[in-house]
């Protein structure tokens, strides 16, 4: 039987802004099925978004959304979660939004550990300002503002991730379209900071200036880097040389923010 | 046993000519028709429900019973 997207979807909202072939209407169904997966209920769930084009995907989920400022997602949601604590709390955003502009914002919320889910979309660039280089742009792609190729480095989301302390850390694509809703319930059953990275494309700004020459090629391309964690295990560093692992990729267990919380609450209680 | 036909919806109105469905379908059910997507043999239609999820623009729905 069909999937019945529409319940969670806010009538009259679609279609949606995005490009043709835009992976962020595959990671929204993902993030749908992940919902629908663990019955949340719709006034229990929200969903926050800073600025870009995956920022425009809790104006057509239909539950408690945000859209808040570019980049402050982490900040605005931290805010929603210490108030109710009972809500389920996911944050959606681009690499851009994620990591340049609201890159403070992220590392300082993985520090936290707070029970929040992040569901990074990485396509390399800023889609919605007209296709600058972002963090995550490889190293000698074009952008319109480096048309002589990228000279930077580009971000490792997960080890960025990793090495500020989120406690869950996973990694997805947008061609693994069955793989995104299994991660993000495990994102969201996770007890602490989440980090879901899904590597998507971005035909229109990223794909006509990097010799892409169809959003089909561009999928195909995901399907080749990505390598689950489980076959890396059996690979050799040179044959790993250019892909990208995929899937869990780190999970621990350590205090959360608002318990931890409450019991300074409780301390200065006692203290009085 | 007879095989039981799926019915596959296509609105028109989401689809923006992406050509995920007609290239990630195992049985070349699919086929652009100017700009949007259409049926060309449904009978070839084996369900596996991959153009449904893979359509960014929540445009096909595989109705089976």
């Known amino acids: 039987m069909a999937f019945d997207y529409d319940k969670w979807i806010r009538p009259g909202k679609l279609p949606h802004i995005w490009c043709p072939g835009c992976g962020h209407g ?3 169904k993902g993030l749908i099925r992940a919902m629908e997966t663990l019955q949340l209920k719709k006034e229990e769930t929200a969903v926050v978004s800073g600025i870009g084009c995956a920022s425009r995907l809790p104006g057509y989920i239909d539950c408690c959304t945000l859209h808040t400022a570019h980049g402050r997602a982490a900040a605005f949601a931290t805010g929603v979660k210490m108030a109710r604590p009972e809500m389920n709390v ?13 890159g403070n914002h992220f590392i300082h919320a993985c ?7 992040y569901i990074i979309m990485n396509n390399y660039i800023y889609g919605m300002t007209g296709g600058q280089f972002s963090p995550c742009t490889p190293t000698g792609h074009k952008a319109s503002t480096t048309p002589y190729g990228n000279p930077d480095p580009g971000f490792d989301i997960a080890k960025l991730a990793i090495g500020a302390g989120a406690t869950f ?3 997805g694509t947008a061609f693994h379209a069955n793989q995104i809703d299994k991660l993000i319930v495990e994102a ?5 900071f989440s980090v879901v990275e899904i590597l998507d494309d971005c035909p229109t700004t990223y794909g006509r200036r990097n010799k892409y020459k169809s959003v089909i090629e561009m999928m195909n391309r995901l399907k080749e880097v990505a390598v689950p964690v489980k076959a890396a295990e059996k690979m050799t560093a040179e044959q790993l040389q250019g892909k990208v692992l995929t899937g869990v990729l780190y999970k621990e267990v350590k205090p ?7 019991k300074v609450i409780e301390r200065a209680k006692a203290a009085k | 046993m007879e095989k039981t036909l799926p019915k596959i919806e296509i609105i028109e109105k989401y689809c923006k000519g992406c050509h995920i469905c007609v290239e990630f379908c195992p049985k070349d059910v699919l086929e652009m028709k100017g700009f949007y997507v259409s ?3 449904l009978e070839a239609c084996i369900k596996c429900m991959q153009c449904e999820l893979r359509c960014p623009d929540f445009a096909i729905k595989v109705i089976t019973e």
């Not at chain 1, 996911?90 to 609201?102: P, R, Y």
């Open chain 1, 26 to 28: 595959i990671v929204m």
């Open chain 1, 90 to 102: 996911i944050l959606v955003g681009g690499d851009g939004d994620g990591t340049a502009i609201g």
């Open chain 1, 111 to 117: 520090r936290r550990n707070i029970d929040m889910t």
């Open chain 1, 169 to 171: 850390v996973a990694r």
């Open chain 1, 188 to 192: 969201i059953q996770h007890k602490g």
């Open chain 1, 256 to 262: 959360e923010y608002i318990e931890e919380y409450a």
């Open chain 2, 39 to 41: 049926v060309k043999n």
